[in-house]
């Protein structure tokens, strides 16, 4: 079949994706070239459409690469990114090694409790994310209720809120819902005659979870990954809420950037390195979903 | 091999589930409390409740956000499903792949990045920001979930039924409207009530491309939470967790009664 054109069925949200997606993206990367300057627009260099083509070129010429450059040369900034990584990573570790035994367990149990217990993971990802965040504020500050209970075990008091280990908490707990469902998805399909058959082939459990359970299930692990490492790294809320000045987030930086230095140019150079950060493990989550849906079929 | 839950299954679900759902517990709880500390029970109270709603500011921004919640989720079902639909059942067109890319896109995009981004069209096109940016932001920001549900339904829904319309002469557009549509509603719904959720619940987009005068709910509750914990902003996110709560449990006594009602399968 030959490619046509899009109906027009198809061109009111191609339309509306081109003005307000790509488009603002496009406004983004041409203003992380532009002149740094702490003042609101317009920046230079404009386009100056009177000069014709020439007008263009002289846009062209003006435009540079400061911000970039103050980016590199900036050792908070690579540290935020750093940190930004290091935070996603050990987040989604964490997910895994909490959520995998739950969807596990989910998946073992009789059909009404498992549709019961499907519904309690996915109900946390109806209610409102910064109001979950801001409940762990009650529970780790300094007179907070974690404090409360180690008094009451005689143990001594932890001050956690405003600390990395506040803001691991956070992530870990706002995305475990996002591990469990894919990890859930591949074990409830798994044949479990396969370990019948390696039961009676003398397989002790343990043993067959590692050579049969395990390795079947690693597209649930990948995707539950990928869905908890890439919106890990740009998360503003968590690190803001609950972490200091000390856990560097880079979600958190282009905010500040943006509101409170109000550098534009240089929020949206911050923006645009995210942003080329994050496509590998877009990609690699969009190939594996595609992946899936064609083995689905 | 018994199916059953062994000790380490109940361990794992109890202690996943608790970790879950403690936290939301506590904050209902602190909301009944008479007293300012989460520590101290000062007995069970409904002050905050009514203080709640003589707050105007509060009450002012849960105003702006039921507001653009419904303009935002309706439009955003319509583009969605309008894009699932091309996405599933144009074939090939020009400029197929840059449409599908960036029909998904907003779902892994950091929202900070969509938030500026959206604010620098705004400036770029000299709008002023308020109620209506806000609303087309969050429409963006949506519309790509809602392409998701319904394509997932749409790709398991039997095309020789639109085929067979077509065939007895109805037009592309009829068959949609009186085979297709009627199909695919369930999931045209949860699209919907998906975009609304999401839209009330978004802090940093909104507070990117809104303008004076449409500060939104979660806007307000954030600069609140910022100077700690208050037992008004608790009662409020009980408020919101009730009313999510009711709202799934209905929609899924709906469905059970649905399947247990109709015999006929939906295709």
């Known amino acids: 079949m030959k490619a046509s054109w899009p109906r027009p069925s198809a061109l009111i949200p191609y339309l509306w994706l081109a003005i307000f997606f790509a488009l603002p993206f496009l406004l983004v990367f041409r203003l992380s070239l532009s002149d740094s300057a702490l003042s609101i627009p317009p920046y230079a260099p404009q386009i100056d459409w009177s000069g014709g083509l020439a007008g263009f070129r002289r846009f062209l010429a003006g435009l540079d690469f400061d911000t970039y450059g103050r980016l590199v040369s900036d050792h908070l900034y690579i540290k935020a990114y750093i940190s930004s990584l290091s935070f996603a990573a050990q987040g989604t570790l964490f997910a895994l090694l909490i959520g995998y035994p739950m969807a596990y367990g989910m998946a073992r149990c009789r059909p009404q409790t498992r549709n019961l217990l499907l519904m309690l993971v996915i109900l946390p990802f109806w209610t409102s994310f910064l109001i979950r965040v801001y409940a762990w504020v009650g529970i780790l500050k300094p007179e907070g209720l974690l404090n409360a209970g180690l008094g009451l075990l005689g143990l001594p008091n932890i001050d956690l809120l405003y600390t990395p280990a506040a803001v691991q908490i956070g992530l870990v707990y706002s995305y475990l819902p996002f591990m469990v469902l894919p990890l859930y998805a591949v074990l409830e399909k798994q044949d479990h005659t396969l370990l019948e058959a390696a039961a009676d082939l003398g397989s002790p459990p343990w043993k067959s979870f590692w050579q049969v359970t395990f390795p079947l299930s690693i597209p649930g692990v990948v995707a539950g990954c990928l869905l908890c490492f890439i919106p890990m790294v740009g998360e503003f809320v968590i690190p803001d809420l609950l972490g200091g000045p000390g856990s560097l987030m880079i979600g958190r930086s282009i905010w500040m950037e943006f509101f409170a230095n109000r550098d534009w140019p240089f929020a949206s150079a911050v923006a645009v390195a995210l942003l080329i950060m994050l496509v590998p493990p877009i990609v690699l989550y969009q190939r594996q979903q595609v992946r899936a849906l064609e083995a689905g079929r | 091999m018994k199916r059953g839950a062994s000790v380490f299954n109940l361990v794992s679900l109890t202690a996943g589930f608790a970790f879950l759902y403690l936290p939301i517990l506590l904050l209902v709880i602190w909301s009944f409390n008479a007293s300012r500390l989460v520590t101290v029970w000062g007995g069970f109270s409904t002050r905050w409740y009514g203080s709640l709603f003589h707050n105007e500011q509060l009450m002012g921004a ?52 969509m938030g500026l981004s959206l604010l620098l069209l705004f400036v770029a096109l000299k709008v002023d920001r308020g109620l209506l940016t806000v609303t087309l932001a969050h429409t963006t920001l949506t519309m790509a979930y809602v392409t998701v549900v319904v394509q997932s339904r749409l790709a398991t829904f039997d095309r020789s039924l639109e085929e067979a319309a077509q065939d007895l002469g109805c037009t592309p557009a009829r068959a949609f409207w009186s085979v297709t549509l009627p199909n695919i509603l369930p999931a045209v719904l949860a699209g919907w009530m998906l975009a609304f959720t999401l839209s009330l619940d978004d802090l940093v987009v909104a507070s990117f491309t809104s303008g004076p005068g449409a500060t939104t709910l979660p806007m307000r509750i954030y600069s609140q939470v910022r100077l700690g914990v208050s037992p008004e902003i608790n009662a409020v996110c009980t408020l919101l967790i009730g009313a999510v709560a009711v709202g799934v449990i209905c929609w899924s006594l709906a469905s059970k009664w649905r399947t247990a009602a109709g015999r006929q399968p939906p295709a």
Request: charged share 10%; aromatic share 8%.
């Open chain 2, 62 to 113: 849960a105003w702006v956000t039921l507001r653009v919640g419904l303009v935002s989720a309706t439009l955003a079902t319509v583009l969605g499903t309008l894009a699932a639909v091309a996405l599933t059942r144009h074939g090939r067109f020009l400029g197929r792949t840059l449409f599908s890319g960036m029909s998904y896109a907003p779902l892994v995009m950091p929202e900070v990045i």
